[in-house]
């Protein structure tokens, strides 16, 4: 059974650091491209991040460009993403899934999804 279980969220002031981790099971992670998306109240999920087997391709939304850092460990098939100068705006749910990533654009990849791990950021 494929799983995914993200960890890491909290709550920090603005311009705060946070580092999240998402915990795999039950699928090929190694070869999966994966994605970072959030879902803020009152709005759609979107995809902020990603990146491909090897890490040779990563994609970030602009809003995060710069501040977040994608990355994995395939030997123990986890994701991370390193969010830095958080801002009041990246308050939200924060989920990782498997993803269908280029260097322009991140959509999910089938229907995998975790609990999430909640981000609020104050001023």
Same mark, same amino acid.
């Not at 991040?49 to 391709?57: K, M, T």
């Not at 009041?88 to 260097?103: F, G, K, L, V, W």
């Given at each position: 059974? &494929?799983?995914?279980?993200?960890?890491?969220?909290?709550?920090?002031?603005? #311009?705060?650091s946070? #580092?999240?981790?998402?915990?795999? *099971? /039950? @699928?090929?992670? &190694?070869?999966?491209?994966? =994605?970072?998306? #959030?879902? &803020?109240?009152?709005?759609?999920? %979107? =995809? +902020? *991040?990603?990146?491909?087997?090897? /890490?040779? +391709?990563?994609? $970030? %939304?602009?809003?995060?460009?710069?501040? @977040?850092? +994608? *990355?994995?460990?395939?030997?123990?098939?986890?994701?991370?993403?390193?969010?830095?100068?958080l %801002?009041? %705006?990246?308050?939200?749910? $924060?989920?990782?899934? #498997? &993803?269908?990533?280029?260097?322009?654009?991140?959509?999910? @990849?089938?229907?995998?999804?975790?609990?999430?791990?909640?981000?609020t950021? *104050?001023?």
């Amino acid at each position: 059974l &494929a799983q995914v279980e993200e960890s890491g969220g909290g709550s920090v002031q603005a #311009r705060g650091s946070l #580092r999240l981790s998402c915990k795999t *099971s /039950g @699928f090929p992670f &190694a070869g999966a491209s994966m =994605g970072w998306f #959030r879902q &803020a109240p009152g709005k759609e999920r %979107e =995809g +902020i *991040s990603c990146i491909n087997y090897n /890490g040779g +391709i990563t994609y $970030y %939304e602009d809003s995060v460009k710069g501040r @977040f850092t +994608i *990355s994995r460990d395939n030997a123990k098939m986890t994701l991370y993403l390193q969010m830095n100068s958080l %801002e009041p %705006e990246d308050t939200a749910m $924060y989920y990782c899934s #498997r &993803a269908s990533c280029t260097t322009t654009n991140v959509r999910p @990849f089938g229907n995998l999804w975790g609990q999430g791990t909640q981000v609020t950021v *104050s001023k």
